[in-house]
Structures are given as C-alpha cells and as structure tokens.
C-alpha cells in the first residue's frame, strides 16, 4: 500500500515569515512529486513539481526533495495570509496509469 | 485557467439514486483522471482512461464507470449511491506525464 504521510495541522507562521511543510512517502520507486494548494471549497492548484534530488525554487516557493529518506518539503518566504489553504502533497510511482497518491493534507493559517 | 471544465458544479441526490459528472479535457489532452476527495482527505484515485480505454484502477467498486470519448471528454458514472459517496469529485486531463491540473470539481450531496 503506498502512502504519503503529512502532519494535519494546523500549522500557523506570523505574515513574512517562513512556513515549512513536509511529507513522507513509503514507495521508495517514487518518481515524482507535487505540491498542491487548496482553498476552502476549491479544487486543487498545482503549485510545484520535483523530480530529482536537491531544492527547486519558483518565486516565494522551494520544493526539496530527499529521496534517499523518502522526504519532500515545501518552503514558503515571506508568508502572506492569501498563502492560507490547506496543501497537499502527490507522488507518483511511475508504475503504471499515471496516478498520483496524495497525503491527506496541511492547513496552513499565515496571521496578520 | 487549467482549460479542464466540469459539470455541474453542485448535485444533490438520494441515497440509491444514480448520477452521472462530466469532464470536458484541456485541449491535445489524450488522458482524462477522475478523483474522488472526502471531507478532510486528499483526493483518491477512481480511474484513468487513455484515448478510450481505462488504463488504471484505484479500489473503488464497480458502480462506478467511465467513459472517454473521441474528444477526450469523459463521464463518471455512480450507481447506488450511498451516503460515503459524497464529496468533490475532480477530473484531470493530461498528455503523457504531464504534471495533472484539475477542473474545478463536483460538489456531489448524497441524502
């Protein structure tokens, strides 16, 4: 059974500051790696993308990808009450129907 | 604007019933995804159809369906629904392993 684990939350960082989510996966295969944001009643926003070792950086947002201990993490500089949704996190095995398994997500409340 | 288009937006129906979504795919789209996501979970696979065929299974039982047409459009099909069937179904196209963007979703009410 693949698994990808999150901390629930919720997770609240002061506006301007870093917010540091993290998510485990068990299928050491894994190929790929999303994060997602998701706004109260929203679908789903790709946000990042990863696939090798190492930090990805787009604008505000760095994805880092360890997969040695199958470990990917999502910082966010300069933290903004509009960055508050909950964010979820999808690997993809790359076995098979490109299906991705996603944790269950962390709510993220950046205050004013 | 992912390009992805679902309809409708909001159902509700009752338990036993049956309920059809349907998914309109971003444009060169060969590849159509249909998630399921509960209150509190992440989405869950359903299934996957490539250029008409289902090519992917999550454990989901056989009352629910697909179907892709030659435009790549697609439908999910529930039958007997039960009361666990709701939440927001969400649709995905995309072309080989391009990373998935989803429509806007399906608010699915089951009474």
């Known amino acids: 059974q693949k698994e990808v684990e999150q901390n629930s939350g919720p997770l609240s960082v002061p506006e301007g500051a870093i917010a540091s989510l993290n998510c485990t996966y068990s299928?050491?295969?894994?190929?790929?790696f999303f994060w997602y944001r998701q706004y109260s009643g929203k679908s789903p926003e790709l946000i990042m993308s990863?696939?090798?070792?190492g930090d990805k950086e787009d604008g505000r947002f760095t994805a880092q990808l360890n997969k040695a201990s199958q470990y990917v993490s999502l910082l966010i500089r300069d933290s903004q009450p509009s960055d508050s949704a909950t964010y979820l996190c999808?690997?993809?095995?790359?076995?098979?129907?490109?299906?991705?398994?996603f944790g269950k997500g962390t709510k993220l409340s950046v205050i004013p | 604007e992912t390009g992805v288009t679902q309809s409708p937006t909001h159902l509700i129906k009752t338990r036993g019933q049956q309920v059809t979504l349907r998914c309109s795919s971003q444009?060169?789209?060969?590849?159509v995804s249909w998630y399921q996501q509960a209150l509190g979970q992440g989405p869950q696979f359903i299934f996957q159809?490539?250029?008409?065929?289902?090519?992917g299974r999550g454990n989901f039982p056989p009352r629910f369906s697909g179907l892709q047409f030659p435009n790549y459009s697609s439908e999910l099909n529930v039958n007997a629904l039960e009361l666990d069937d709701s939440a927001l179904y969400l649709c995905?196209?995309?072309?080989?392993?391009?990373?998935?963007?989803f429509g806007n979703g399906t608010r699915l009410t089951v009474t």
């Open positions: 990863i696939y090798s070792n």
């Open positions: 999808a690997v993809y095995s790359g076995a098979g129907s490109y299906q991705l398994t």
């Open positions: 299928d050491r295969g894994s190929q790929s």
């Open positions: 995905a196209s995309s072309d080989d392993e391009s990373p998935l963007h």
């Open positions: 159809y490539y250029r008409e065929e289902e090519n």
């Open positions: 444009s060169g789209h060969n590849t």
